[in-house]
């Protein structure tokens, strides 16, 4: 019997909540202000996400283009010295990921390609646009920008005066008189919101689906819709922590417009600026002038008489047993240049970990701030998950850098295995000692194809669970000061 009982109340709190939320969308059906504003935010994410769909399929496309054609350009050169090749160099271009449709992260501040070239590691250029890497920057409007900024603006919208409006409409003492406890009123006000979340959240689905015909896991598109929809539930749940607690609806709209204002805009900014003066990056011409010093202790390798390879040159003697590299059977100036380019990538590699690990650092102290605002927790999230992030522009840069230093030491190999010392030094004498200086062009085919691939599902997950931690332990505490207000409403 009592069991019955009990299965009786808890089916007429279902039946409470679910005509509560009826009444709610209905409510919002006869509210032009609020049908208003989440028709132009779906306006809003279909066009956006439209123009960023078409803009990233038309770089991805060029791109291709591009690599394609510059390994042809590459591979066609006809018969040179093999030094020459190292100097012509080669271009390598990094493909948007499938996801950047829906957030292209960092990628339209950093460059997308590199002229890879012997003795140097260049930075990547053509950067899309030259806009602030501020979170608060509009210049380039985004479908998962729009869902971090103006989806929970629709949400404060449509859910601001959800039980405020009961209390002032003096309907609120009845319903508890009813037998409407505080908690079935306040699930079903967040039953009606949690529905309309999933609507916003369609356009996201349908945007992404384009990201799984170019090649995206569907579990990557469906991750990335739970990390959204936990960031919509989570201003749901704030929308009704202030509905419960102030009693008039202005005050409630006027303190989350506020928050919203401060959590995604003021907080972000500013935790940018704290980032970048806690953990400075060197500055470049300062780092520049220091990688030259140590560059000129290693000595040129375009010199086979430079002290710093006289030990190179008793090495290879003793090697070969002979007393002169004119007697060599390989060209001792084709080993000077491998062993120099070694050296050198070396010291660059060692530049170049050393600003990748203080850019690294700097972004996990701006990480940090996602504890304060959740608009930063699932702008990392987002980034990490569609393969848009810090990470991602490092580690095209290192596998540019493997594509650069095995060309060019291939190169090098040519240059030991294939043309002769005599040959090499006598080179600029007249025309004819020119052409015996030149080598096959099959000897450029030691340049691999180059397709740059986000990380795997897994690794990408992993890097983005420390910031659904961050979401999720802000909505376990939202969720709870939000069950204790509604155990104690009052009219």
Same mark, same amino acid.
């Given at each position: 019997?009592? !069991? ?33 504003? @989440? ?12 123009? /960023?769909?078409?803009?990233?399929? @038309? ?10 054609? &510059? ?138 689906? !384009?990201?799984? !015909? ?35 609806? /202005? ?25 970048? /003066? ?79 690990? &203080? ?15 959740? @608009? ?56 004819? /000692? ?58």
């Amino acid at each position: 019997m009592w !069991i019955a009982h009990r299965r009786g109340q808890r089916y007429n709190a279902m039946k409470q909540i679910l005509l509560i939320a009826a009444s709610e969308w209905r409510y919002w059906l006869r509210s032009y202000l609020a049908l208003g504003g @989440a028709i132009v935010f779906l306006i809003l994410i279909i066009a956006t996400s439209i123009v /960023s769909a078409l803009r990233i399929d @038309a770089q991805a496309h060029e791109r291709h283009h591009q690599q394609a054609q &510059a390994e042809e350009t590459f591979l066609a050169q006809p018969d040179r010295h093999p030094h020459r090749m190292v100097h012509y160099g080669h271009y390598v271009f990094r493909a948007p990921a499938p996801l950047a449709i829906f957030d292209p992260g960092l990628d339209p501040v950093t460059g997308q390609s590199i002229f890879l070239e012997g003795h140097r590691q260049n930075t990547a250029m053509f950067a899309e646009s030259a806009a602030s890497t501020d979170f608060g920057g509009l210049s380039l409007l985004t479908p998962a920008l729009v869902y971090q900024l103006f989806a929970p603006l629709i949400i404060i919208l449509l859910g601001y005066s959800a039980v405020s409006r009961e209390r002032e409409a003096a309907v609120l003492t009845p319903l508890l008189s009813l037998g409407v406890s505080g908690t079935t009123l306040v699930l079903g006000k967040a039953l009606a919101l949690l529905a309309l979340t999933l609507i916003l959240l369609i356009p996201l689905i349908v945007s992404c689906s !384009i990201a799984v !015909i170019s090649g995206e896991s569907a579990a990557a598109v469906m991750l990335l819709f739970g990390m959204y929809w936990m960031y919509l539930v989570l201003w749901v749940v704030i929308t009704l922590c202030f509905s419960v607690v102030l009693r008039k609806r /202005s005050t409630v709209l006027a303190g989350l417009t506020g928050l919203w204002f401060v959590l995604t805009l003021v907080l972000p900014s500013v935790a940018v600026n704290i980032a970048t /003066s806690a953990a400075p990056l060197a500055g470049k011409i300062q780092t520049d002038l220091k990688m030259l010093a140590d560059i000129r202790k290693l000595g040129d390798g375009h010199n086979a008489n430079d002290p710093a390879f006289q030990k190179l040159r008793s090495d290879i003697l003793k090697k070969y047993s002979v007393t002169r590299i004119e007697d060599l059977p390989v060209n001792f100036r084709g080993l000077v240049a491998m062993e120099g380019e070694q050296k050198l990538t070396k010291v660059l590699n060692e530049y170049a970990e050393s600003r990748m690990t &203080a850019e690294i650092r700097q972004e996990a102290y701006l990480a940090q701030y996602g504890w304060l605002t959740p @608009a930063l927790a699932i702008a990392f999230a987002s980034r990490s998950m569609t393969g848009t992030d810090l990470e991602h522009y490092h580690r095209f840069q290192k596998e540019a850098e493997a594509l650069r230093f095995s060309f060019v030491q291939g190169l090098n190999r040519a240059h030991v295995e294939h043309l002769s010392y005599q040959d090499d030094i006598n080179r600029n004498k007249d025309e004819a /000692s020119g052409l015996r200086a030149r080598v096959d062009a099959s000897n450029w085919q030691v340049l691999d194809a180059f397709q740059f691939q986000t990380a795997s599902l897994f690794e990408r997950f992993a890097k983005a669970f420390a910031f659904v931690q961050i979401m999720l332990a802000w909505l376990l505490v939202m969720s709870g000061l939000l069950l204790w207000c509604s155990w104690r409403i009052k009219p």
